[in-house]
């Protein structure tokens, strides 16, 4: 009898030795948990900006792809950008996978006359340079980022055996100046003068400027609103595009007698 009720007394100090250690463990793990998150809470955190989806390599980004988060400061990268609006129309240069934070270094400014071209292109383009000589180039009015058509006059022939008439038209539509290149020139001082523009088109555009050029035609700029995008159908204007847009009474033997 003596001997159960001693085991009765062993078996409850074990127990209550065992309670008190899981006890005295559980007070501590809060103890290390609270004191982790006052030392979190402490820590200086600074905006980030986040990939919030993967973003393939050459893409404009937009604001839906990414989003602001806050993080230690010691974990931000030292050019990381701190503002969505800093990454919006950027090109990325490399794939960003989502959750990435975005650098400087691995974006482009289309608009920054430093920016590597090549970045800022589709990949179905090629660069060209355009002559600046029309009066719009040459009043250096022009600037990296601009929206432009080009407007070309040559002579051409409606009909075989006709006589040629100079006939003016929209060559490209919505070009953007990837560049301005300049040349300088000694009068009094060193004075930069626009000598031609790059711009992106497809390998037929751009054989048929070259084409232009070659020939001579006279080539004009029109520069576009900066939200204007949209394509439009005009008609190329003649001489006898004007005599009927204006309604002009003029005689058929006239205009047939005109060299």
């Known amino acids: 009898m003596k ?31 609270s004191a982790q998150t006052r030392e979190e809470r402490d820590v200086p955190t600074t905006p980030v900006v986040v990939a ?4 393939p390599a050459f893409a404009q980004i937009d604001n839906t ?3 602001l ?20 129309d950027r090109l990325s240069l490399a794939p960003v996978s989502a959750g990435e934070i975005l650098v400087k270094a691995r974006l482009a400014d289309p608009t920054d006359d430093d920016a590597p071209i090549p970045y800022t292109m589709a990949e179905d383009r090629v660069l060209m340079a355009v002559p600046a000589t029309s ?3 040459r009043l250096d009015m022009l600037s990296v980022g ?3 058509d ?8 409606r009909n075989p055996g006709t006589e040629p008439t100079v006939t003016t038209f929209l060559t490209l539509q919505n070009l953007e100046v990837k560049g301005v290149l300049y040349r300088a020139k000694a009068q009094g001082g060193v004075k930069k003068e626009p000598e031609a523009l790059l711009v992106a088109v497809s390998p037929q555009e751009a054989l048929i400027v070259k084409y232009l050029i070659d020939r001579g035609a006279p080539m004009d700029i029109l520069v ?19 005599i009927d847009y204006f309604q002009l009474d003029i005689p058929a033997d006239l205009t047939r007698s005109r060299p």
Do not use: C
């Open 3 to 33: 001997e159960r009720r001693g085991w009765l007394w062993i078996s409850a100090g074990v127990l209550l030795a065992i309670l008190a250690g899981l006890l005295t463990f559980q007070l501590t793990s809060q103890l290390q948990v």
């Open 52 to 55: 919030a989806v993967d973003i």
């Open 146 to 148: 601009d929206r432009i």
């Open 65 to 67: 792809q990414v989003t």
């Open 224 to 242: 576009r609103a900066p939200s204007n995008t949209a394509l439009v159908e005009v008609t190329p204007v003649d001489e006898q595009f004007l």
């Open 135 to 137: 009066l719009m180039g």
């Open 69 to 88: 988060q806050e993080i230690p400061v010691h974990l931000a990268p030292k050019d990381a950008l701190d503002s969505v609006e800093d990454a919006v």
């Open 150 to 157: 080009l407007a070309y006059s040559q002579e051409l022939s």
